[in-house]
């Protein structure tokens, strides 16, 4: 530009200031300039099965086994409206992704259509490492017949593998039978939001957490079932002499995850839905509707945590592109009602020490979805950090509560060097609702399985803000407890832990640690469906309880439970001092899984020493077992062959009736 007075340094100075205030507020590209890792398919595009197999011939298959666990590669697919005839298979890392309003704007008509098929077939594995994988908004009539008499949608997963926004025209199976003496182990999972005309047959899952849905029917349990706002969900029981299923008629609060949908002239947009209170079944109701010029699209090969906390700075959404991001310092979410989405497991590591996420504190409306956070090689607090313990003020309710979505973090597995890290998630602030959350420090990493308390992480979760909700939440290995909850008021719904398997009994047992702790000064909790398994691989480990929680009138489990999976300890109670012992020797010496749960409300002694009456338990279900007992545990041996055979023989019948076994 020319000036005419060049000697004018104010108007060059003020000119400055403006360009730069433009830049700062420039909207962003609609459509956005999308990297190589997300793929926009269209009806007419005819590569779309040749760029998924090559995708998951990276990210998956059964040569090796479990192909691509440990992939830096990361995929995102996303379908415009219409209809598709491909067949497509999700790997490690990769999310498949409907762009229209409804789900049922994007239809897949191909044989199998979208699925997930276990990584495994030796049935002892199956989908047990069937991880980190996603699939949304669309709609499926998939008739498939995967076994003899089972036609449908295949999706056999474990942990951190959710379906969401899908409309099933056919069954749903969520587990997979090749061959042998029984159906591949799965150790899932999460379903919310969707919709199942037919049945859905879980099969040989353990446990499945399955939140505001409606499903033709359900066949099949295992250990712990749960199920919160769904139409059509099984009658509840506990114990194994039924099914053991918990039944939560309404969803308390909740927001569904944020999505992308494609307008009709191309352009994107970020759909925000809304708070809900006390819903059952699905909404597919768009909520926000916020075009990509206000979102931006952040690239593992350019962006920094410096780049992205500037765009975060200005207000801007961020949608994170799939990739792998090195970041030196935490991304600062410091507006309310700010927005940070994952494509194809987009993965948040700590470079230097450092939180990947902070969310400042009294930040209302904050969403965080679709995330992978790994820890470093440097020591480590946490890595996502949401609201300040030293922060007295929190968002209120009528703000709206922070959602936390398909967020999965992990210490070590990846990487070939030590990763660490004191705590996965710390939430510091009240009204934060956690939507499904696996938090793992890995008992297998690239090199093989772990020993020696390689790759140390001390605390999955710590809850301190109250009114905290959680839905699905699984938390594994970590090395002191799994769960650290001492906020009021806290929900939770379908929790699943392991205990590490590479501890002595001096450095666990003695220590007392235990893998869901309500802290001792806490007076209102409710949880329903906990499960706390355990494998002590490597030494003999004795934990007192499973469960620690304080004796108090608001303090209720609805039927917790203890697993003895394999391994040389033993759990001696469910719930501070009530349940039977769950170990190699119960109830009897023969090998396999045993499983203990307290059914019914009774005299609960504080595992603080203090004794005195408290109806702590409650349980679900009319036969809820034993049957009028005043000893309200039960521990049932099985092997674990026979487990997974029992547990899918209402959905294997046909299938052995054919291959006779």
Sequence with gaps: FFFENKGNMGQLVVFVLIQCFMLLHAK????????????????????????????????GGHVPPDNGQ???????????????????????????????????????????GVHSEEGNYRFVVGALNSFWRSAENFKSVSTYPWFPGYNGMLWAVSQAAPLRRVHVQTSLLLFQYTFGDAAGFASGGFMANSRV?????????????????????????????????????????????????????????????PYITIGTDGRFFLNIPAVKRGTSGFDWAPGVRVPFEDVYVADSATDT?????????????????????????????????????????????SAKGNAV??????????????LLLEAGPLPTDVLLQWGSSSTATSPSADAGPGVISDVFARVGGSSRQLTQADVMVRIADANVVVDNAWLWRADHDVKGLVYNRTNPCKVGLQVEGAHVTAYGLAVEHTLEDQVQWTGEDGQVFFFQAELPYDVTQQEFGDAGYAGYRVGPNVQRHIAKGVGVYHFFRDHKVTVKSGIVAPMAPGVQFDSPLSVYLNGKGTVQHVLND???????????????????????????????????????????????EPKNSSEHSVAVKRSIVSRIQRSVNDTLSRVQRTLKF
């Design 70 to 112: 440990f992939s830096d590669a990361r995929y995102a697919f996303l379908f415009k409206p219409g209809t598709y005839s491909a067949d497509v298979p999700v790997g490690y890392y990769t999310q498949v992704v409907g762009l229209g309003d409804s789900p049922d704007d994007v239809v897949f008509t191909g044989p199998k």
């Design 28 to 59: 962003r590209p609609n459509p956005p300039r999308w990297p190589s890792s997300v793929r926009v398919f269209s009806p007419t595009d005819t590569d779309i099965e040749q760029v998924v197999n090559t995708a998951y011939r990276t990210n």
């Design 357 to 370: 996420v902070h969310v400042d504190s009294s930040r209302a409306g904050v969403r965080v979805a679709g």
């Design 305 to 349: 945590a410096a780049t992205i906390n500037e765009q975060l700075a200005n207000g801007l959404h961020v949608v994170f592109a799939p990739g792998v991001y090195q970041l030196d310092a935490a991304l600062h979410i410091t507006h309310d009602h700010q927005v940070l989405l994952g494509l194809g497991l987009a993965t948040l590591v």
């Design 578 to 624: 009530q349940g039977l012992t769950t170990s190699p020797t119960s109830p009897n010496k023969d090998p396999g899984a045993h499983q203990a749960w307290v059914c019914q409300a009774a005299q609960v002694h504080n595992a603080f020493g203090e004794r005195r009456p408290c109806t702590i338990v409650k349980s679900q279900g009319e036969d809820c």
């Design 197 to 257: 005309d037919g049945p859905v047959f879980s099969g040989s899952q353990q446990q499945w957490m399955t939140r505001n849905c409606q499903v033709g029917s359900w066949t099949g349990a295992v250990w712990n079932m749960v199920f919160v706002g769904v139409e059509g969900a099984p009658r509840a029981h506990c114990g194994v002499q039924g099914k053991a299923t918990v039944v939560e008629e309404r969803t308390p609060v909740v927001a569904e995850k």
